[in-house]
């Protein structure tokens, strides 16, 4: 089990620049969850993908942000234009729950680290 | 609605002592809960896990109890080392994927 990957480990661009994040969750694990984890907000979701379906994405900021997952092996998080406030480490986390079960737990990957600068 | 409180941090303390960070929650239903933990430059990992009252979770010498009249999941380890310094996040999880996590505790073991 390799766990989820992320990709890249650390990201650093300028403002205004386009950002993609990119996951792969564990293989059989059909809910994907994008996290962004700050020190002044803490860990917030973004959005949440069942069977590659998004079914919340209200924590999505703003328009500049945008989540796909085009199968069920892998999804990206993009940030155009990206901002100074962007910042932030972002996590992809994967479960094997469907819509109703809850009692399997996330899995994180390592994050992403995003500098904006 | 559904919540989860954490004692603050940071917590200091020396090798083998008692840990014990309190973990209270709200929720509607019959949720799950969870202790993760976070070392440096890492992801959350599950530490431990109660899917029903009066469940005990137990890892790595850390257990928490799942204790519905309380509404309380603490974590407790016996005897801490300094390798166990880090961000400890508890949670909860709701039918309908929906997690909600505190906002952590940072642990921090001296020798």
């Known amino acids: ?117 | 609605g559904n919540s989860v409180t954490q004692m603050e941090g940071p917590v200091t303390l020396s090798e083998e002592a008692f840990l014990t960070i309190n973990c209270t929650y709200t929720a509607t239903g019959y949720p799950s809960l969870f202790w993760y933990v976070q070392y440096p430059g890492e992801g959350l990992q599950l530490l431990l896990k109660a899917t029903k009252a009066d469940d005990k979770g137990s890892n790595k010498g850390f257990e928490a109890t799942y204790r519905k009249e309380t509404t309380s999941f603490h974590l407790e380890k016996g005897s801490v080392q300094v390798s166990d310094s880090a961000v400890y996040f508890c949670a909860l999880g709701k039918s309908g994927n929906q997690f909600y996590f505190g906002t952590g505790t940072s642990l921090t073991v001296i020798p």
């Not at chain 1, 059909?30 to 919340?56: A, C, H, K």
């Open chain 1, 1 to 117: 089990d390799a766990g989820v990957i992320q990709s890249p480990r650390h990201e650093v661009t300028e403002m205004g620049q386009e950002v993609t994040l990119r996951c792969k969750p564990i293989s059989g694990h059909n809910s994907l969850f994008w996290y962004r984890q700050t020190m002044m907000r803490g860990l917030e979701l973004l959005i949440y993908f069942n069977n590659n379906v998004p079914i919340d994405d209200s924590g999505m900021p703003e328009d500049r942000f945008s989540a796909k997952m085009p199968n069920a092996s892998f999804s990206t998080l993009k940030i155009q234009p990206s901002e100074p406030r962007d910042s932030a480490v972002y996590f992809c986390a994967s479960s094997p729950n469907d819509r109703g079960s809850h009692n399997s737990p996330l899995h994180f990957g390592n994050g992403t680290r995003l500098t904006v600068t």
